[in-house]
């Protein structure tokens, strides 16, 4: 049995946030779009990424590396997706 794999979009944001609840919305739905994975991390939960991230959530990584902070531009994270 082979493990699930790695989400390739990570969303590092916290609850009670408005752009995170922005940049979770337009994730979920190119993401949903072009059948790729993803996961969400709350700073929260996690001092290391509150430490790193704290003041530029919400934050979106692809394939671990840095895309966007505080927005996420749809066209943007389609075209990356899709290359």
């Known amino acids: ?4 794999p790695e ?3 990570t969303l590092i944001g916290k609850p009670d946030c408005h752009l995170c609840d922005d940049a979770r919305q337009i994730i979920s739905t190119v993401c949903a779009d072009l059948n790729v994975t993803w996961t969400e991390l ?3 939960d996690d001092p290391e990424l509150a430490d790193e991230y704290w003041d530029e959530i919400p934050v979106t990584l692809i394939d671990g590396n840095v895309h966007n902070i ?4 749809e066209a943007r994270l389609r075209a990356k997706l899709s290359a």
Request: hydrophobic share 50%; glycine share 0%.
């Open 7 to 9: 989400p390739r979009v």
């Open 1 to 4: 049995m082979s493990a699930a």
């Open 42 to 44: 709350s700073i929260l």
């Open 70 to 73: 505080y927005r996420v531009d």
